[in-house]
């Protein structure tokens, strides 16, 4: 399976009723006839809810909110990468790979990566502690190579530094 497939749990997840408000002032962004311009927020927000990725049932019920076919979900959501259609471990490691950041030495630190973490780019830690990914700019190119973990950037990265940050992690 490649890493952009949903995938199926046979469950539904449901946002609380709290979630579903926060939904509410989400689609108040936009004019009435656009309510499913609130796709990516809302997959943003199923994301965070649901453990970290959008499941297949989750993408679902996510087109069922915004009324939207679920074909049209699952395009927006196959096509970002921001968006994890299957379980990622505590930590997710998002190298940046692309021009600014290869031309800094991001080689290396995916290499660092991949030897300290024990994976490889696209799989998980038996622990379950750590997903490996590799990703194209994030935006950070001033201060390559760089990777996000998480909520948190990481920049002007060496070899040395990446395993810092890595034995640092609680
Ligand atoms: S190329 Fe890596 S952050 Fe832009």
Redesign the pocket.
């Known amino acids: 399976m490649n890493e952009r497939t949903t995938l199926s749990t046979g469950v539904t997840p449901r946002f609380s009723e709290e979630k579903l408000q926060e939904i509410e002032k989400i689609f108040q962004r936009y004019p009435a006839d656009r309510r499913q311009s609130a796709v990516m927020p809302i997959l943003h927000l199923a994301q965070r809810e649901f453990g970290g990725w959008l499941s297949r049932e989750a993408l679902d019920y996510v087109a069922g909110l915004i009324n939207m076919p679920p074909i049209r979900v699952y395009e927006v959501a196959t096509f970002y990468t921001m968006y994890n259609l299957q379980p990622v471990g505590r930590y997710h490691v998002q190298a940046?790979?692309?021009?600014?950041?290869?031309l800094c030495g991001?080689d290396q630190v995916m290499d660092a990566l991949k030897n300290k973490l024990k994976i490889g780019v696209g799989h998980t830690s038996e622990d379950k502690r750590f997903t490996l990914a590799e990703v194209?700019?994030?935006?950070?190119?001033v201060n390559?190579?760089?990777m996000q973990i998480n909520d948190d950037y990481y920049e002007n990265l060496t070899t040395d530094k990446v395993v810092e940050i890595i034995d640092r992690l609680p």
Not at 96 to 102: A, G, K, L, R, Y
Not at 136 to 141: P, R, S, T, V, W
């Open positions: 940046c790979t692309n021009i600014s950041c290869w991001s194209e700019c994030l935006g950070a190119c390559a190579p760089m």
